[in-house]
Structures are given as C-alpha cells and as structure tokens.
C-alpha cells in the first residue's frame, strides 16, 4: 500500500511511503484485538476499592438477644450485614486487574488495529515535524490543515518530544505517542492516524 506524504500545511510533498502489507494489510484477528483492549483497560484499574467486611467493624461480639422465644430470627452478632452499621456481606476488596499477554498475539491486534485504518484510509503520514517551543496555535492549525481537527486523532511520532507534547496537550481529541508505546486501544479509538515518515519504518521493524 502507497501513501503520499503531506506537510503541515497539508499538501502534497511529492513523496510516498510504502507500507508494508506484512503490517499494514493482514487479515484483521478481532479476538486478538478484543485480548489486547481488555488488558489495557484492565491495566488502568487501580483496584484500591474496599469495603469493612463484619470481621473487620468495630463493635461487641456478643449475642444481642436469646436465640429462641422472640417471635424474630435469631442473630449473633451486631456486626451483621443484616443489621445497620454492620459489615458488608462480599464487599469488593483490594485486588490486582491485570493479566499478561503474549508478545506475538500483542503485536498481531496491533496489526489488526493498524490493518483496520488502512483498509478505511485513515492513515495519513507527515513529514517529520519539531517546534523549538510549544505551540499549541501552530499544532491546532496542522490538524486543521490536515481536515482532522474535528476528529479523534493519534500523532504517532518516532521519539519523545517534549514541546510536541505541551503542544497538543491542551487540544481536545489528539493525543502524541511514540512508535513504541503505540497501544491497539488508542489506535481504534482514534478516527485519524496521523503518522511521521520516520516512525513508519519504526513501526514496521517494531511490530516486525
């Protein structure tokens, strides 16, 4: 697959890149896919819920009434779930989300991911791009010049940058990320791909 490749101003460069079908045109594995979303929202779950189960309320241990003759069910202990003020019956406890993954199946929904923008033509590739400041007008006018500035997107680059960063931080809808922490969430939640020239090489030897 051939795409041209823009610039800021979104014109046409008078290059192409080529992407590698190995990457960029697979045969889609939803499950995997369904896998690699799954860990990553789990993953982002801090877990630190709790609720005070009856073994762990403050209160007597004693039997709060005769066990036979009330007319009303027996009950042990004011620290019942029954009672009010008592402990919680199988309240959440604090507990760790995340499972692992596979390697090659991680890379393969990321391939699917990636398989899934290019069928829909959702892939733009830029020239590679710095500010030497941060420049949240000049990243907003790209996006504009891009026709995406009404869309989620994801500007993947090939290394960190900081003022790129600063940038679009404070733009609703776009996020930056470096070729290697491409995740398969971000890519399907995100309407457009906007990828630098450099990093399709990187992404292509990453998920290679």
């Known amino acids: ?42 993953n982002q779950r801090q877990g630190t819920h709790k609720s005070k189960e009856r073994a762990e309320i403050t209160g007597s241990t004693r039997k709060i009434k005769k066990q036979k003759g009330t007319g009303t069910a027996r009950a042990g202990s004011i620290k019942s779930p029954l009672f009010k003020g008592g402990g919680r019956a199988f309240g959440p406890r604090v507990r760790d989300y995340s499972f692992k993954l596979n390697k090659k199946l991680k890379h393969l929904a990321r391939k699917s991911a990636l398989a899934y923008k290019a069928k829909a033509n959702k892939i733009l590739v830029v020239e590679d791009f710095t500010y030497e400041t941060p420049q949240t007008k000049g990243y907003a006018k790209m996006l504009d010049n891009l026709k995406i500035s009404d869309k989620k997107s994801l500007v993947v680059v090939a290394e960190t940058n900081k003022n790129i960063y600063l940038s679009s931080r404070n733009i609703k809808g776009t996020e930056v990320i470096t070729y290697d922490k491409l995740n398969t969430y971000q890519i399907m939640k995100a309407s457009s791909l906007v990828v630098t020239e450099k990093s399709v090489g990187l992404i292509e030897s990453f998920l290679g």
């Open 1 to 42: 697959m051939e795409l041209v490749v823009l610039n800021n101003a979104g014109e046409d460069t008078g290059k192409k890149v080529e992407l590698k079908d190995s990457i960029f045109a697979i045969e889609p594995n939803d499950h995997a896919i369904y896998l690699d979303v799954k860990q990553y929202l789990a």
